[in-house]
């Protein structure tokens, strides 16, 4: 039953799924309402056409600019600066943090060859220089990066490309907690954090 | 704390049983290659989630099966203490699970919080005769023993150190730069650390060596940080600056506590390039007994005591004379005191003058444990 066994290869490439889950799920789908298999293979076939980055923040959005980025209520002189897209949604969901996101889309790494050059930093110094032609100048970036060898190696490196700019630069004690689902110790978590942030 | 019993299944020639070791004192008696050291390393496993030899995990199953499981209960030797502790390790193919009282632990790190063990075995000779890495590692494991906190500043350290030494072959000197205030900080911490080690490892060796080597002489620990002591962070950073562009040819770190050293001396000269080889077996079986006493003393302090490691020694009083045993013996926690040791002995040692009413004994025969 090949339609079966490449369906289940699919499948176990996902995060966390090995071939019994895989199974499992491919069973289920074969019994189900041929209307549900159809709607999930529809969602999936266009995700990743209906969520694309924000061209300003890098976060995921089905707008350009995203609603962050496009709300005019946000704080413009306030940037938070994440490794990943999916963290801007766990800061959102805790509702602590009313500035602008900066997406990195990683973490400084020798070890992995990642280097300031892969990450969004020249985009986030042109962000920064541009809101000076503006009436809502960034202020303050805030480095939003969990407290591992490469976050900290990152926020560093952040703080010595922004300074010379004027910029000041804070830390979150904590990192974000992992995970859309925040539960209430962890908006507790956040929302101390950002209360908290200590110059770098 | 002690092992009440131990199950063990498909763990290398061990046969598949229940072994019950509820005394102070076990001895396992038998033949080489029989099973005695499989058995402490079982022990050993359960204690840390990993193995003391150093091989591949993959190695351990028995011939024909891709798996194994370990199994015991332990009474956690404080007072009042209701139940045992459950602690399970099982691997199938590559994957470990470890629990205790049957939840999942996700880091080996909670385990070795929980339930410690010291072993006393051949390869230690290297601590005294090896290279300055095989001295590290025990210090940095007796460390680690004696405080959490200094595990997760090694992982770190060594974590940065990687960093450092990838950033170094790309000449990325903008990384070394954000790098270095880490590698400073936790460098630091480790020299602290160690430096607090050396003065409880001081108070305590050159006179436990001498009770058992009676050389005359005393045998003093010291150690010998890679950088300079005493500086300004900002003086180290300078000493790592001037030292960058010759490391950046080398594409390594060239100092730093991976690069310390711990050294034995007596009058004034370096002991160990002068010691017989009975001389330095010593050093390595007293810094062992040390290592014991610091755990039970850090545990006393804080309230939790009196609580010993499970010590495991294979084979150890081998290669010592009659007067020497005694007097090491004499250095182990007296009966009483509620501490757990399993000794190996080949069938020929006299092992019977070292029994009493409350020995368990064993033979071990082929993976087969007998009474
Ligand atoms: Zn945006």
Known sequence: MKALEDLVALLTRLPGVGRKSALRMAYYLLKADPRYAESLAGHIAVLQQQIKFCSICGSYTETDPCDVCGNPQRNRNLVCVVEQPQDVITIEASKEFQGLYHVLGGLLSPLDGIGPDRLRIVSLLQRIRQSRLTGAVIEEVVIATNPTVEGDTTALYLKKVLEPEGIRVTRLATGIPVGGDLEYADRLTLARSFRGRQPL | MSFRKIRVASFRNLQDAEIPTDSEQVFLIGENGQGKTNFLEALYYLCYGASFRGQMDSLIPA?????????????????????????????????????????????????????????????????????????????????????????????????????????????????????????????????????????????????????????????????????????????????????????????????????????????????????????????????????????????????????????????????????????????????????????????????????????????????????
């Open chain 2, 63 to 371: 011939q024909g099966s891709d798996r194994f499981m370990l199994q015991a209960s332990w009474s956690n030797g404080v007072a009042g203490a209701p139940l045992d502790d459950e602690i399970a390790v099982s691997m199938k193919g590559r994957v470990k699970d470890i629990t205790l009282n049957g939840k999942s632990l996700r880091d080996r790190k909670e385990l070795v919080a929980h339930n410690p063990a010291v072993v006393f075995c051949h390869e230690d000779f290297s601590f005294a005769a090896g290279d300055p890495e095989r001295r590290r590692f025990f210090f940095d494991q007796c460390a680690g023993m004696l405080s959490l906190g200094y595990i997760d500043t090694l992982r770190n350290y060594k974590h940065v150190l990687k960093q450092r030494n990838a950033a170094l072959k790309e000449s990325a000197y903008d990384l070394i730069d954000v790098l270095d205030p880490q590698f400073v900080r936790y460098g630091i911490m480790l020299m602290e650390e160690r430096k607090q080690l050396l003065h409880k490892f001081k108070a305590v060796f050159a006179e436990s060596y001498e009770h058992v080597a009676m050389l005359g002489v005393p045998v003093t620990i010291e150690y010998a940080p890679s950088w300079p002591e005493q500086v300004s962070l900002d003086s180290l950073f300078d000493y790592l600056r001037r030292r960058r562009s010759e490391e950046v040819v080398l594409g390594t770190t060239r100092s730093g506590p991976h690069r310390d050293k711990w050294l034995f001396r007596c009058n004034g000269e370096n002991f160990t390039d002068k010691a017989s080889t009975g001389q330095l077996r010593l050093i390595s079986l007293v810094l062992r007994i040390i290592e014991v006493r610091l755990y039970e003393e850090r545990e006393r302090i804080s309230g939790e005591g009196p609580r010993w490691p499970v010590l495991l020694l294979d084979d150890v009083l081998l290669e010592l004379d009659l007067g020497r045993r005694r007097r090491l013996l004499e250095l182990l926690p007296a009966k009483g005191q509620g501490a757990q040791s399993f000794f190996t002995f080949l069938p020929e040692e006299p092992w019977q003058d070292y029994v009493d009413r409350s020995t368990l004994v064993y033979k071990v025969n082929d993976g087969r444990f007998e009474d």
